[in-house]
């Protein structure tokens, strides 16, 4: 299902802040020591850089004529692209 409706799309942010909060919060509270939190911390900033590297960096640098709608999309484009360069 494709989301359309702006305001839906601009609801979309703050439930993912929310979801990711709770889960956050229920993590430390399950194990509240400073390792907990480090992981935490580790685990998040890796994800955000791989969405940007996965979301920017690839389609502004790698092939800016690429257009692709997840990371689904993406890792067909990257699995195909690879087979063809092996085969030429």
């Not at 993590?27 to 935490?40: F, R």
Request: net charge positive; charged share 20%; aromatic share 14%.
């Amino acid at each position: 299902m494709d989301i359309k409706s702006p305001c839906l799309l601009k609801l979309k942010g703050p439930l993912f802040l929310i979801l990711g909060s709770i889960a956050a919060a229920i993590l430390l509270l399950e194990s509240p020591n400073l390792q907990t939190l480090a992981l935490l911390l580790i685990v998040i900033w890796s994800f955000s850089r791989f969405y940007y590297f996965a979301f920017y960096v690839l389609h502004h640098y790698a092939d800016p004529e690429f257009k692709y709608s997840g990371l689904l999309d993406l890792t067909r484009y990257l699995v195909g692209k690879r087979k063809n360069t092996r085969t030429r």
